[in-house]
Structure formats: structure tokens, C-alpha cells
């Protein structure tokens, strides 16, 4: 019975340690490129260039205005065509783009095809495991 307390406690103390050193790495502002454009700051748990949530109400457009016709459309609704106008924008971005376009898209009201949808959100989870 003491060597399963002593045992629990040292594990204890182990996650303990491990635990406030992983913080304390993650805290500490340390630069780290994305591209040669934008930089990660290091001292946000996630990388806010990365980041899906809208920081801004101006989109930025990546040669796709033609995409602004499909605002608070329901992407259920959407026409062969549509997807595929949506779809040669998306397969044309660099991966360091998807994430903002992503919250321009945002911005605009603009909702990805479910067929699109999760390979997008791969991506840009990809990245942020990446870097």
C-alpha cells in the first residue's frame, strides 16, 4: 500500500513538473517564421495569423470577388457551378493563405461547401501543428 502512494505521488509531482515547464516554454516570446511575409510572435498558444477567428471586419480578397454574389447563401444551395468557383479559388491559395481567406470568407458571409470544408480545416490545423 506504500509503494502505490509513493508511487501515485511521484507521478503527481512528475505531471507537475512536466506541466509548468511546458507553460512556461509556451510563454516565453519566441519568433517563428511562417513565411517570408508574416511572423508568429510565439507568445499566443495559437499563432493569431493562423487563427479563424475574425481580428478584423475588412476581408481581403484574393482575386475572388465574384464570390461576394454567394452571401448568406446557404451552401446546401449551392450550384455546380458555385462550388467549383469556390473550389478553383481555394485549390489556387498557397496553405499560409487558406486561414485568411478562410476569415474573409468569414467577413463576407460567404460559407464553404461541405465538400470543401474540412479539407480546408485541415490545413489550416495542419499549420498550426506545423509551427
Not at 8 to 33: A, C, D, P, Q
Not at 49 to 58: E, P, R, Y
Not at 93 to 100: M, P, Q, S
Not at 108 to 120: G, H, Q
Request: proline share 2%.
Amino acid at each position: 500500500m506504500l509503494i502505490l502512494v509513493v508511487i501515485l505521488i511521484s507521478f503527481g509531482l512528475l505531471l507537475f513538473v512536466l506541466t509548468y515547464f511546458n507553460r512556461k516554454n509556451k510563454n516565453e516570446e519566441v519568433k517563428i517564421t511562417l513565411n517570408e511575409n508574416v511572423e508568429c510572435c510565439g507568445a499566443h498558444e495559437v499563432c493569431e495569423v493562423d487563427s479563424l477567428l475574425i481580428g478584423t471586419d475588412k476581408p481581403e480578397y484574393f482575386d475572388d470577388e465574384e464570390l461576394d454574389a454567394l452571401a448568406c447563401m446557404n451552401p446546401e444551395n449551392y450550384t455546380e457551378n458555385q462550388i467549383n468557383q469556390i473550389a478553383d479559388v481555394f485549390y489556387t491559395l498557397k496553405e499560409n493563405d487558406v486561414a485568411t481567406w478562410l476569415r474573409s470568407l468569414q467577413i463576407r458571409r460567404i460559407e464553404l461547401p461541405v465538400s470543401l470544408r474540412d479539407e480546408a480545416l485541415l490545413i489550416v490545423s495542419e499549420r498550426r501543428q506545423g509551427a
